[in-house]
């Protein structure tokens, strides 16, 4: 598949995972945005071996707390992000990665998971469904 | 100060509420983007509280897990967050706030907390200061 993806070398993956403050459970919220819209996609977590393969990769992947492993994002679904940026904040303790989404980064099917807001008297959705979830999740 | 503040009724401050899932912490990750340029500009944590005063004023506050007390942000550097959006991600448990910030999120004086790029070999200041840290925070 032709994207954006590309590798950092070990020297970086060494700086970050020794910049970057894991909690307790050794996890970091990661922030998903699209590079180029600016897009807030998703948040999600990575651990140590997270980070180190999304820099080692080019394609970004996080740690599932559901089911305690690895997250190859799109890796059922197709719907993979490319990292064009790897970001830490001044604390070091929150991760943003801008990417090059492909199609839908939400379940739902939608482009981004922030697709509920809170506006007049409730909550609205915002967002239409682009990609049947079933088609992302063949049974 | 003139900015975009907008209070939100109580029937949309109880919707939230209730649709939030917090952790066991009680608390939820709300991240923070200019609602003009897209920048990603901090992430912090906020409690139900620091919900329905966001809600209810229209001046982002969140919850400091060093302080253990709201955080009313700009109330000490007068780097305020007006709230133009509140969004909430499809597991109820993320919050993406829209705002437009006075001045810069960073208590380093920068614009953005994301100011570290992983890059080559390692990790690179990508933003300058743009307010004294020790004028945001005078002695």
């Known amino acids: 598949m032709a994207d954006r993806a590309t590798t950092r070398p070990q020297s970086a993956i060494d700086a970050a995972l020794a910049a970057i403050t894991f909690d307790a459970r050794g996890l970091v919220p990661a922030i998903a945005q699209q590079h180029d819209s600016g897009e ?8 140590r071996d997270a980070v180190a393969e999304t820099l080692r990769t080019g394609r970004v992947c996080y740690f599932s707390r559901s089911r305690d492993a690895l997250w190859r994002k799109g890796e059922s679904s197709g719907q993979t992000q490319a990292l064009v940026d790897f970001r830490i904040d001044c604390d070091n303790d929150t991760v943003l990665v801008l990417v090059d989404q492909i199609g839908v980064a939400c379940h739902t099917g939608r482009r981004s998971c922030f697709f509920s807001a809170v506006r007049d008297g409730g909550i609205e959705t915002i967002a239409e469904v682009e990609i049947d979830p079933d088609k992302l999740y063949p049974k």
């Open 40 to 47: 807030v996609l998703m948040m999600a977590w990575m651990n």
